[in-house]
Structure formats: C-alpha cells, structure tokens
C-alpha cells in the first residue's frame, strides 16, 4: 500500500521541491519557520498530497493535537508529512511535517518518487545547527550538496562531518540517487539561543534559497523582526557579564570552542537564561 495519498498530481513547469522535516536538529526552528513563511507567501496554494504518521511516530514524543469548537466538538490533527504546490516567482512544491520514527526508507522514497513524477528540477532541504558563533554577527549557511558541480556553485560547504544523521540527509542522497540535483542549507544559529525561533536565521535561510532557487520573496518582515530580536538577546544577556565575555570571547577568538570552555558557566545554563527571558517577552 503507498504511503502517500495524492488528491489530484499537479501540473508544473520547471518545479523546485523544498523540504522540512522538523524533529531531530533545526536549531532555531530555522527550517520550519522557514517553511511557515514560504506558505504564507506561495501563491495559488494548494495541499495536494499527504503522507500519513500516526503509525508511525512515536505519538508520546510527537503529540497529535487537539482542536475545541464551541467548547464541545473536538478534532484531533494527527501528524502527517504534507505536499503543498504553489508559485513564487516559479513553481514550487513544498514538502513539510515531522521527521518520522519508523520506515524512513518506505517514507523517503515516497518523497523522492513523488519528486521524480512532479519533473522536480532542484531540490532543497532547510534546517538550523546550533554553533559557536554570535547573535551580533550575520547569520551564515552552510550547505552540503548531490554532486561536486553542485558543491562549486554554492560554496560555503561542510566535508568534515561523519555520524549520526537526521532524514533530510538520508532523503538529500536518495533524491541524489535519483537525479534530482539537491542542495541542503543549514542555518548556522548561537548555541546559547537554539531551542527558540530565531527570525535573523529564518531570513538567512530564505535569502539563500531565494538566491539559488530563483524565488520571489519578500523578506521585509522579517527585517524587523530580526532586529526585535536582537535587542531582545542583548536586553537578555545585559545582566550577565560572564555571558557577554563570552560571547565576546566567540566574536575575537579563532579559537572559538576553547573560548567557550575557558568563559561560558555551561551551554545548557545560558541556553535557559536566556530562553526564559525571551519567553518572557
């Protein structure tokens, strides 16, 4: 039985897939907000396939969600990957949801068989990965790709990671495989504020795929939002000189890993003080 179940293929000339599987690294929440700001901006929307994981999630991890109506009806939305088509400058499919717990093969190849159907000229996987590096600077991204041609258009790539891996990567090779040219871009976001959504991440990520996808998007918003933020995590750390010399400390050091060690009390303290100011705002 296929997973994926299709209402209706879409017509689409010259196609770019973008994909966010939300669950195990997007640092920030730079891939999923990401993909919020697409679909808000995607025009001639519509939901055209759905892959559904209520069998095949860990559902005490990854909760479905209830919905009140008038205080009495409820519904509950169980979690699926679902396929959006729309325009944005060019034809666009979005693929987004959780990263699944059981059958990532059968899951993933639904994804790329669905790709290959659809003509998908270019695809791209989004995400954010915490790192050493400050709030105060621009937001950099790195990116893996399908081939070395790939690699040398669009620079700034990472060929020294070997370990675990999440399902974008698995799926990034398995659209590979399959001829699709797939570019993956991570969003390289402050370790000290990775649980929370970082809106300067979020447009990073957008102007770089808006760049190599050849997309249409106005990134207006989240100028502003982006500069909210800031000053937010600089109201936050004002009161923490052990933190800003830290901070500090990963702007000058080229060293910056031993500069975190020698200043910062612990990852997992600033990352709470400073989530719990943000979530105070």
Known sequence: MPLLDV??????RDPVMVVSLSGWVDAGVAGAGSMAVLGDQLESQRVFGTIDL??????????????LHDGVTRTIEWPS?????????????????????????????EIVDAATRLGIAQAFTLAGIPSM??????VSIMSTATSRDLVGEVGAFRNDYVG?????????VMLGAAGVPTIALWAQVPHYVAQGASPP?????LARLRE??????????????ADAYVRRVEEGIADRPDVAEAIAAIESSADATAAIEENLPSGDELASEIERFLRGQ
């Open 7 to 12: 209402d209706s293929w879409p017509t689409l």
């Open 54 to 67: 209520a069998d095949l999630m860990d559902l005490q991890q990854t909760r479905p969600v209830v919905e």
């Open 81 to 109: 990957i679902d396929f959006v088509a729309g325009n944005a400058g060019r034809d666009v499919v979005l693929c987004r949801g959780p990263e699944p717990s059981l059958r990532w093969r059968a899951v993933l190849g």
């Open 133 to 138: 590096v400050s709030h105060r600077r621009a």
């Open 164 to 172: 675990p891996t999440g399902a974008q990567t698995a799926l990034q």
């Open 201 to 205: 991440a979020i447009r990073a990520l």
């Open 212 to 225: 190599l996808g050849g997309l249409s998007l106005d990134l207006t918003v989240l100028d502003e939002q």
